[in-house]
């Protein structure tokens, strides 16, 4: 672990780091992504391969309200930064 807090001195590094590994982001509108991390840049625009996205669907009912989870593969997928709210790395 020292190590590789040694690594990381920016945000972008922890990125950096994650390149070519599994990471799972977190997207507005109750998304979230996990796959494998090709590219990225300054915007957190990234390309991503081996994709899972996981929807949540929130339905207000009379009684109280029910999720439903979504759930489809890509085999490749280019996602905008300004919809990003977290990337997190793959267990090291």
Do not use: C, W
Not at 30 to 38: D, K, N, Q
Not at 45 to 51: E, G, L
Not at 59 to 83: I, N, W, Y
């Amino acid at each position: 672990m020292a190590d590789l807090s040694a690594q990381v001195q920016e945000p972008f590094d922890l990125v950096r780091l994650s390149l070519s590994e599994r990471v799972f982001v977190k997207l507005k509108g109750e998304r979230s992504l996990t796959g494998v991390l090709h590219a990225y840049d300054g915007h957190m625009n990234m390309i991503m391969s081996d994709v899972e996205e996981t929807i949540l669907m929130v339905e207000p009912e009379e009684s109280g309200s029910t999720v439903q989870t979504m759930k489809r593969a890509m085999e490749m997928l280019f996602v905008r930064g300004d919809s990003v709210i977290l990337v997190s790395p793959g267990a090291r």
